[in-house]
């Protein structure tokens, strides 16, 4: 196919959606949504919503884990003919433990333009709100519905030594903390719950100590995973405890970098 005939094909924009914050869409998400013929969604019901928080009336297809090849190839010659759509998952970045990787591999082999407008990921908020290191990480999806193919996947990943990111279903929490306790009982973890939402929250301990706080609480929420490397350094840890820092501001030593206690500024301002 030559770049003439390329450019009258359509277009495929892939989409990312707020993952609880309803605030948290792009200015850049909505202008592709309202130039697209048709948005491409997980449910119906998700899609509908959206649509209706941006006061968008788009025609929505239904794509998922369900779908088949025609259903793809439906799309994908509709794009040919010169129809722009837009795919979007339930909430967040799509192609990330979201179907969408078979549409996008047939967009690329067909020519036809794949935009990626990025935005909100549960995945990479959940990793920077840990703490834990960012220089290196591994996102590993999905464990498993079993207690065996959970454990089985965390012993492979008490190897690694990159901080590692996981999602899971709400009804999953005790399960996975409960394989996670036997495989990892002492690994420092950090689970987000309804991240972005007014009503999100936080929790740290390891992997024993969120398994005894939340054994006997009915837990219905979102939540990812973030757990610390193999290779983790505790020796190298920097951080001060509240006492100590305390101590230090009012030790006579401690100058603000970046202003006083006055309002001056100095790093250049008066």
């Avoid at 190839?73 to 433990?97: E, F, N, R």
């Amino acid at each position: 196919m030559n770049e003439k005939e390329n450019k009258m094909n359509g277009k495929l924009y892939v989409i990312s959606t707020p993952i609880g914050n309803p605030d948290d869409i792009t200015l850049r998400a909505m202008n592709l949504l309202k130039l697209s013929d048709a948005v491409v969604c997980e449910e119906i019901k998700e899609g509908a919503k959206l649509m209706r928080h941006l006061n968008l009336d788009k025609e929505l297809i239904e794509y998922n884990e369900h779908s088949d090849h025609m259903d793809i190839l439906d799309i994908v010659l509709a794009m040919a003919d010169g129809k722009k759509y837009a795919l979007i998952s339930d909430c967040g970045t799509p192609l990330l433990a979201d179907p969408g990787l078979d549409l996008v591999r047939n967009c690329i082999s067909q020519n036809i333009e794949v935009e990626v407008a990025p935005g909100a990921s549960s995945v990479l908020t959940a990793l920077v709100r840990s703490g834990f290191e960012t220089k290196e990480f591994t996102f590993a999806g999905f464990l498993g519905r079993s207690d065996s193919e959970r454990k089985n996947k965390l012993k492979k990943l008490s190897k690694e030594n990159r901080t590692i990111i996981l999602l899971e279903t709400p009804y999953r929490l005790r399960v996975f903390l409960e394989s996670a306790k036997d495989v990892l009982a002492n690994r420092r973890a950090y689970i987000g719950f309804n991240l972005t939402h007014a009503y999100e929250w936080h929790s740290y301990g390891t992997f024993a100590e969120l398994f005894q706080k939340y054994k006997d609480k009915n837990i219905k929420a979102e939540f990812v995973v973030v757990f610390e490397g193999s290779s983790f350094d505790f020796s190298k840890e920097k951080s001060f405890d509240r006492e100590q820092s305390n101590n230090f501001r009012h030790s006579g030593n401690y100058r603000p970098r970046y202003g006083s206690s006055s309002g001056e500024n100095r790093r250049g301002g008066r």
